[in-house]
């Protein structure tokens, strides 16, 4: 196997200039020659690089607008050549085909101009063709060519030609893997906007891309590997976030600081809102007057569960909120933005990390949400269903006050982000139990009502806090018990679905227990 190779000439052709220069240079230096094309040439030669124009080496002008320049057999040749096959070294010479040793591409910039929201013809002009297949002819030769597609790499492999004069073959193959990576990425890119613009959802053929962001300690456990990859929604959340101290975040960590993040931003920033997940669900949800007073009430509904969770904030930290959130082991705190004073407190926690995202998660951006399954992924849109007053339909014959309505939207609000089967009280704009992923709705139900029971044991009161309370349920109850289960507790309210086979008994069970119930017509599954 070929190991060192000596890069005698260069191609350099990119649309991100970043670097260009000092790789130019760097290669002059050594004595390679360089080929180049338009902007990439003029910005060589206005920096005094000597550079030798594609089109002269090619002996074919460019056209078509640049369209057509680097797709010549004199320029591909150079890269697919074998040049330890001696028919390939032949056909080299007989047709003058000079052979390119190192080529910088990067490639015009699509996902950006997609972004900036540019009409249809601009975005087809920035699909480039040339690029790409410069890099994977390139990268398909690593055996004796080295491709460079990112300029965060020009620096190793100029320290590495200057070092040995050439490029090991550990260096080609793994610019070669990161290489096709990208172009793999920017046909992604291309074919999802294809789709969009066809109005096709689901095409039948579906490809995902992503950065790595990191590399985690472990996954779930510690005998699995994991990583961390952001894809090119621009959502404000865990992708996007600035960490101000702490340990890195593991697998875990990123998972139920996703789901607390999302949870917080369904609500109206305007008023203070704070969630506490742990497991990636809810042990505490609740607003208040202050984002203080909204923390306090959130640790209320299930202090225990809460220790070592993860907390978000819809509003900038306070170092008031900072004081009461570092009085219990906090794993990581997420939030907009934080004062310098709330900032000095959590530093006093080194081991709390502290998140930023400037801004709130658009609880209607719609997107594609993937999950794995044995040979192969299910995707579907996020879930941006959102219930409002108008929406409700009242079923029995008692209406629910003005009061209770406020506390039926907010718990099942709450309920659309905690695990199927789902059951929420919510008493003044706070959590007081939650019953998550249990296996049916009765238990989910009675699970929540110990929580509420034992949260208020732990407050020094006498009364369980579901007494007074609604309740919310994910999906239609499909038997009276789940309802009867929260009457029992002290709800005096309910919001459900509805469209259950036994709506009817369900309905005439709450009239019997004197409770108020409405049908959203919506459904909030989280499995």
Not at 187 to 198: G, K, P, V
Request: overall charge negative; glycine content about 8%.
């Amino acid at each position: 196997m070929t190991d060192i190779v000596p890069v005698k000439r260069a191609l350099l052709s990119v649309s991100d200039k970043t670097g260009l220069t000092d790789l130019g240079q760097a290669l002059a230096d050594l004595g390679v020659e360089i080929l180049s094309t338009g902007g990439s040439a003029k910005a060589l030669r206005d920096a005094g690089i000597p550079v030798k124009e594609v089109a002269d080496h090619t002996g074919f002008p460019e056209m078509m607008d640049g369209r057509v320049k680097t797709l010549h057999p004199t320029i591909h040749g150079g890269f697919l050549a074998l040049r330890d096959n001696p028919d390939h070294v032949k056909a080299m010479e007989d047709h003058n085909i000079g052979g390119i040793d190192l080529v910088a591409v990067n490639l015009y910039p699509f996902e950006a101009t997609v972004k900036s929201g540019a009409d249809f013809d601009t975005c087809i002009e920035n699909i480039d063709i040339g690029g790409p297949a410069m890099v994977r002819s390139a990268a398909k030769n690593h055996k004796f060519v080295t491709i460079v597609t990112d300029p965060s790499d020009y620096a190793a492999v100029i320290d590495e030609l200057k070092a040995t004069g050439g490029t090991s073959h550990k260096t080609r193959l793994k610019m070669s893997a990161k290489a096709y990576s990208r172009t793999a990425a920017y046909d992604t890119a291309i074919s999802r906007w294809f789709a969009e613009q066809n109005d096709t959802p689901f095409p039948d053929r579906l490809s995902t891309a992503g950065e790595k962001v990191q590399e985690c300690r472990y996954g779930e456990n510690p005998h699995q590997v994991a990583a961390f990859y952001k894809t090119s929604e621009e959502r404000p959340g865990i992708a996007t976030a600035v960490q101000h101290q702490g340990k890195e975040l593991s697998y875990n960590n990123l998972n139920d600081t996703d789901a607390a993040f999302e949870l917080v931003s369904e609500f109206d920033p305007a008023t203070p809102t704070v969630a506490i997940i742990k497991h990636a669900n809810p042990c505490g949800v609740a607003t208040g007057n202050t984002l203080q007073e909204a923390y306090e009430k959130a640790l209320k509904c299930d202090p225990v569960s809460a220790f070592g969770g993860i907390v978000a904030l819809n509003q900038t930290l306070d170092a008031a909120t900072a004081e009461e959130i570092i009085k219990i082991f906090t794993e990581v705190i997420i939030a907009p933005a934080v004062e310098e004073d709330a900032k000095a407190i959590i530093a006093g926690k080194k081991n709390l990390r502290l998140l930023t995202t400037g801004g709130l998660a658009d609880p209607t951006q719609d997107a594609k949400m993937v999950k794995s399954v044995a040979g192969g992924f299910l995707v579907q849109n996020r879930d941006t269903g959102r219930i409002t007053l108008d929406d409700l339909k009242v079923v029995t014959e008692r209406k629910p006050s003005d009061a209770e309505l406020k506390d039926m939207l907010f718990a099942f609000q709450v309920g659309k982000h905690v695990k199927s089967n789902a059951i929420v009280y919510v008493r003044d704009g706070m959590t007081v139990g939650i019953g998550a992923g249990q296996m049916n709705r009765r238990d989910s139900s009675r699970i929540a009502a110990i929580r509420a029971g034992e949260a208020a044991e732990t407050a020094g009161e006498s009364e369980s806090l579901a007494k007074g309370s609604v309740v919310a349920s994910d999906a239609f109850f499909p038997f009276a018990d789940g309802l009867l289960a929260a009457a029992e507790a002290g709800a005096t309210a309910v919001i459900q679905p509805g469209g259950s086979m036994r709506d009817q008994e369900v309905i005439d069970a709450a009239n019997e227990a004197g409770l108020a119930m409405v049908f959203t017509g919506m459904r909030h599954f989280r499995h």
